[in-house]
């Protein structure tokens, strides 16, 4: 077992949220420090590397109340850009053949260990902050109580002869950072291909960063979700088949322009990695018509991942798939890894209308609505522990 640590703080035992009653103390959510985020940035508007402009903080938030998506490039040169959206002209032609699901008794039995009672109490944790945007000391708290948690849950692992569990935090230019845990099978490189489930750690206010956003439902179900699949794969002895390894990713900043999940799919691409898909659990609980509950499956990034996403909802779930063909470009995470050529899709709650009929980036966004349901959450967990341990295959 390997665990990377990047400074003493993040070892504290406690962390203390923000009182959520009165008027925000700017002071205590923001803290001293000013963020690059404040100042303009070059944001990409379309899948198209070409379709950039610098949009003051103002002009960017205004885009999100107007439903319009972006993701921040200031990071990344014209010519890395454009290269990325020639590799993905090129994955887009090539064809990936994920066959049809095991149905692997390995997953059955991994399934059947979720424990929801692990979600409930730490999602009442995260939506009891003040918000988790990325530049505020709370969304610093946010990211500090998830790698404690799952450091917890790396420690008591199981020890198997064959895998290598680590825990890795990956640091921003902003407060809140982002982190992986990954289970890698025997003789397993750094590039040999890995499975990607993800979620974002952080929320937002339509109102503005000073705001209360709780995000129950966006995206604190897909956090959860990805927690849960970390303690059911840990704590099952689960082992990726030789050469394999599975990830749960936790990102920063995904409603300031997905900057934790591009930093992390530029820095995979840069080296080498071979990603054999990657799968966004965002928006997970609310179901509004209890009489037809179904999960989402988006096919607007790759349609071969989709369809063997289908299969595994079929083979795994209590519960049928609906087709998502109008998801937006930039909604989430996947595209910061679809951009670069690798294979990714989406789980959601429904359609897209079905997740803007109700709560996100409100201060409604929280779990005392009939609709939010945990019995959904629990098939997004079954989904994102069956993609790994169908991509990732068995030792």
């Not at 291909?193 to 979620?199: C, D, E, F, H, R």
């Not at 960063?209 to 995206?219: H, I, S």
Request: glycine share 8%.
């Amino acid at each position: 077992m390997k665990l990377t640590l990047h400074g003493a703080a993040l070892l504290l035992a406690g962390v203390r949220s923000v009182a959520t009653q009165g008027a925000p103390d700017p002071q205590k959510i923001f803290g001293a420090t000013s963020s690059s985020l404040q100042e303009q940035r070059l944001v990409q508007l379309s899948a198209d590397p070409r379709d950039t402009r610098w949009l003051s903080f103002e002009e960017r938030q205004a885009l999100k109340r107007n439903e319009m998506f972006y993701k921040d490039v200031t990071s990344y040169s014209q010519e890395q850009r454009f290269a990325w959206a020639s590799d993905k002209l090129t994955a887009d032609i090539a064809q990936h053949d994920y066959g049809s699901p095991r149905n692997s008794t390995l997953a059955h039995d991994a399934i059947a260990t979720i424990d929801m009672s692990h979600g409930e109490k730490h999602l009442r944790w995260l939506t009891s902050l003040h918000t988790r945007w990325c530049e505020t000391e709370t969304g610093l708290q946010a990211s500090m109580y998830l790698f404690n948690l799952l450091k917890s849950y790396v420690d008591t692992a199981p020890v198997g002869e064959h895998r290598l569990i680590s825990l890795q935090p990956h640091f921003h230019d902003f407060k809140q950072f982002s982190m992986v845990v990954r289970i890698a099978g025997p003789n397993t490189t750094a590039l040999d291909p890995v499975s990607i489930t993800g979620a974002h750690i952080d929320s937002a206010s339509l109102s503005g960063n000073l705001e209360v956003a709780p995000g129950a439902d966006d995206d604190g179900s897909g956090t959860v979700t990805m927690l849960e699949t970390a303690r059911v794969l840990l704590g099952s002895r689960y082992t990726p088949a030789a050469g394999h390894a599975v990830e749960m990713h936790f990102y920063a900043g995904e409603e300031a322009g997905l900057l934790g999940s591009a930093a992390i799919a530029a820095k995979y691409k840069e080296l080498g990695v071979r990603v054999a898909g990657m799968m966004q659990f965002d928006m997970l609980a609310w179901v509004s018509d209890s009489e037809n509950e179904h999960i989402g499956i988006t096919v607007s990034r790759n349609r071969d991942l989709s369809e063997f996403n289908k299969k595994l909802v079929d083979t795994y779930l209590s519960i049928p798939w609906v087709e998502e063909s109008t998801y937006p470009w930039g909604a989430s995470d996947s595209a910061s890894w679809g951009d670069l050529g690798y294979p990714s899709s989406d789980a959601l709650e429904g359609t897209w209308p079905e997740t803007r009929s109700h709560k996100v980036h409100t201060t409604n966004d929280n779990m005392d609505h009939k609709e939010f349901s945990w019995p959904h959450i629990r098939e997004a967990i079954k989904l994102a522990v069956a993609f790994h341990i169908e991509l990732g295959g068995e030792a």
